[in-house]
């Protein structure tokens, strides 16, 4: 058995106790000019059939026990039924997107089997544009959006005359071995591991004490800090019910860099900004902006550029950082977002992934608590939605001679945080994935509109011919 980290334990105990923790990816694929009427079936006989060995990520179950001490550890599946995780579904004869988005949200709400390895793909045809669709769902404490997103990737090829590719959860596609078990019996491993992490912890405990004080510091100066309730309450912000509303869009990065360009920003400060425009039209529109900014807590990777596709488990910081949505003049809402998310780069850079999260772990519980709270006054919240990005290929993509035409990320939602925003970079445009409770905003598929239109919002601001 393995072990595992505190972060990824707390993931495991708060998806039985709240809502899964699934985190996913959907492909949109247009078949080769020479495929059959029976492509989709073809593609998947050959994901069921093949015989090599599954990658160590996707073999892990979680288990603990009397003789683990009661702490949660990795035990490993040999024997894999690939049926079970690999399906199959036929939309209605002629389905296009918005019933594509309505089947993954159906399938992302449904909780993964714990007794099994935690992750399911489903291969999805019958759209009316002859394209077909791939969803895989990961549980996240298996990988993050980033390694999940580079398993994808390297299970697909920039050659269109591949044929007979590995699926992604082949072993060949992981560039070093799985970790060595532990040592020692069931009961010591465990202890073995709390002595490690104590030890360690010993040199995090001076960021863990100075971060606090430059957060209240910051606060009191008028800098770019969040305090723990320092979000306003808004109907994202409410218990999660069981249905799913799912909905991306894509648009070209040549659009993002130019006002990325225009305005010294990053182009995750203008993505950001825009969903801040888009949050801010949606509540307009349903009579509940509130006078104070969203907040949106912002993962920052502390991946290394070149880590491999399997450095599993979770690398990242985060920051909270005010979107702008109670100002109207778009400009004004990417400079507060890129004044504060440059803040949080240096923050981060500076005291590591572990002392970040510890600091907002008040306002990650306040936005949770107060959403199960039988009784709350529903005036503030920790944060009010994740904004996170990942990066995707390069270079255009395809799989044995299916061209990948769109990435979209489909990250996890939870009570307190009924709505995630995902951006996701591929080729040579941007994907943007919007997951929400389906009862909350039922009009989900409105989001992508609005992003249309608060782009161009920007563009024609700061762009000469804009």
């Not at 006002?259 to 400060?269: I, P, S």
């Not at 990320?409 to 919007?434: E, H, K, M």
Request: proline fraction near 7%.
């Amino acid at each position: 058995m393995n072990g595992m980290s505190v972060l990824d334990a707390a993931m495991i105990t708060g998806d039985s106790l709240f809502h899964p923790i699934n985190i996913g990816a959907v492909l949109i694929l247009a078949p080769p000019e020479d495929a059959g009427e029976r492509f989709a079936d073809q593609l998947y006989r050959q994901a069921l059939t093949h015989t090599g060995a599954v990658d160590h990520r996707l073999r892990r179950v979680p288990h603990r026990s009397p003789r683990t001490g009661g702490m949660w550890v990795w035990r490993d599946e040999h024997d894999l039924d690939l049926e079970h995780h690999l399906t199959r579904r036929t939309l209605p004869a002629g389905s296009g997107r918005e019933e594509l988005w309505r089947l993954i949200g159906e399938l992302h709400a449904e909780r993964l089997d714990r007794s099994r390895p935690l992750w399911t793909a489903v291969l999805i045809d019958g759209l009316a544009d002859g394209r077909i669709a791939f969803y895989a769902k990961v549980h996240h404490t298996i990988v993050d959006g980033v390694a999940g997103l580079r398993m994808i990737s390297d299970g697909l090829s920039p050659d269109p005359d591949r044929r007979g590719m590995s699926p992604f959860y082949a072993a060949q596609h992981s560039r070093t071995a799985p970790p060595t078990a532990d040592s020692g019996s069931d009961l010591i491993a465990p202890l073995r591991r709390l002595a490690g992490a104590a030890a360690s912890g010993i040199t995090m405990l001076e960021h863990l004490v100075e971060s606090p004080a430059r957060a209240v510091l910051a606060t009191l100066t008028g800098r770019t800090t969040i305090p723990a309730v320092g979000a306003p309450f808004t109907p994202f912000n409410r218990r999660l019910g069981p249905k799913r509303g799912v909905v991306a869009g894509s648009w070209a990065k040549s659009r993002i860099r130019a006002v990325q360009q225009a305005t010294g920003t990053t182009a995750n400060d203008v993505t950001t900004a825009v969903v801040g425009g888009v949050l801010r039209s949606w509540l307009t529109d349903h009579g509940s902006l509130p006078g104070q900014s969203l907040v949106a807590f912002c993962p920052i990777t502390v991946r290394a550029p070149n880590a491999t596709s399997d450095d599993s488990g979770n690398r990242f910081g985060a920051w909270l950082c005010p979107i702008g949505t109670d100002v109207a003049d778009p400009v004004q809402r990417l400079r507060r977002v890129h004044r504060s998310m440059r803040e949080g780069k240096r923050y981060v850079a500076r005291y590591g992934s572990g002392a970040s999260l510890s600091l907002l772990v008040p306002s990650i519980a306040s936005t949770i608590f107060q959403a199960v709270a039988p009784v709350s006054p529903r005036i503030r919240t920790g944060y009010n939605l994740p904004i996170s990005s990942v990066p995707g290929p390069r270079d255009e993509m395809y799989w044995n001679g299916a061209h990948v035409e769109e990435i979209y990320p489909v990250s996890t939602v939870f009570d307190g945080q009924t709505l995630n925003v995902t951006l996701c970079s591929y080729a040579d445009r941007i994907g943007i994935g919007y997951v929400g409770d389906g009862e909350v905003m039922p009009d989900i598929a409105t989001l992508v509109p609005r992003t249309e239109r608060c782009l161009r919002e920007l563009e024609s601001a700061v762009l000469p011919d804009g």
